[in-house]
Nanobody, 123 residues
Framework: VHLVESGGGLVQAGGSLRLSCAAS????????SGWFRRTPGKEREFVAG????????NYADSVKGRFTVSRDNAKNTMYLQMNNLKPEDTAVYSC?????????????????WGQGTQVTVSS
């Protein structure tokens, strides 16, 4: 599975961005997927996860109520809608794919990763 993120950029606090994760490979639609973020000097942080069917989702407490993860298996694409962005959301966001049908919460459970896209939120 090859993953490519897009949609990052610079936005003011309170604004919105929609990230996309385009996947190639026949198995993406049958695998769990997730979004993680990383800032310099910090560990990679789980942001949101979604099951293979899209029926189950899970979010980090810091983004609940503001971010929404979804997927379109017909297009082999996963999305992260980010609303009411805050400066502390500034990070490189990466998508990942892992073996499993439920939501995967730990980065060690994912075996394919994208390169990441920068999100910068100004105050």
């Amino acid at each position: 599975v090859h993953l490519v993120e897009s949609g990052g950029g610079l936005v003011q606090a309170g604004g919105s961005l929609r990230l996309s994760c385009a996947a190639s490979g026949p198995t993406f639609s049958s695998r769990a997927s997730g979004w993680f973020r990383r800032t310099p000097g910090k560990e990679r942080e789980f942001v949101a996860g979604i099951s293979w069917s899209g029926e189950l989702t899970n979010y980090a407490d810091s983004v609940k109520g503001r971010f929404t993860v979804s997927r379109d298996n017909a297009k082999n694409t996963m999305y992260l809608q980010m609303n009411n962005l805050k400066p502390e959301d500034t990070a490189v966001y990466s998508c990942a794919s892992g073996f499993g049908f439920a939501v995967l919460l730990d980065s060690s459970e994912y075996d394919y990763w994208g390169q990441g896209t920068q999100v910068t939120v100004s105050s």
